[in-house]
């Protein structure tokens, strides 16, 4: 197996080589997955990512989820400390450009410490459960430790048999990409 820097730079760029159509049709296809799963159904709050470049769109799950009366927080990332910190927000205009070119919330938003599940981006998954993130490590230290339902969002092409980890990396509780499913 390759190493990770490399592993990561080349699922990256296969991601980044899916074209919009078909992202946008997964995209689509793992909402459906996801809003149907009883985690989310019975969630009263939820950390979700903002959707960045290529990854699986979160904007939908989180105007849905607020539809619904959930809490939804996201997070605002603390460059120095590499730390994110969750704050709840009311609709996308609650966001602002912020690290990493990423939105983040507004400064007036309320933060929330814990929450029923948490939608983890990442560059690839395993089957194993394994997740590999951008290498800062702002999942891995907020996840570890929490009761959450930790469900990993992926594109099917992204999901590989094995990937490399360290004994850090957080481990999913679920994963869903456009074709399936899988549990712990």
């Not at 989310?40 to 950390?47: D, G, M, N, P, T």
């Not at 979160?58 to 994110?84: F, L, N, Q, S």
């Not at 704050?87 to 990493?100: N, S, W």
């Amino acid at each position: 197996m390759m190493d990770k820097r490399a592993f990561r730079a080349d699922a990256k760029a296969k991601r980044d080589n899916i074209p919009e159509a078909a992202r946008s049709t997964a995209d689509r296809a793992i909402f459906d997955m996801l809003v149907s799963e009883k985690a989310f159904l019975q969630a009263k709050s939820i950390f979700a990512y903002i959707s960045f470049g290529s990854e699986v769109s979160t904007t939908g799950m989180i105007e849905y989820a607020i539809g619904c009366g959930k809490t939804v927080a996201v997070p605002r990332c603390d460059i120095k400390k590499h730390e994110m910190t969750f704050f709840v927000i009311h609709g996308l205009r609650d966001l602002k450009k912020g690290a990493y070119g990423i939105y983040e919330p507004d400064e007036g938003c309320e933060r929330l410490d814990s929450a029923d599940i948490c939608l983890v981006p990442g560059v690839a998954f395993s089957s194993g459960m394994a997740r590999m993130g951008y290498g800062a490590g702002y999942y891995d230290r907020f996840l570890y430790g929490r009761d959450i339902i930790k469900v990993g969002l992926t594109y099917g092409e992204l999901l590989f048999d094995e990937i490399p980890c360290e004994e850090y990396d957080i481990k999913m509780d679920m994963i869903i990409c456009e074709n399936r499913i899988i549990r712990r």
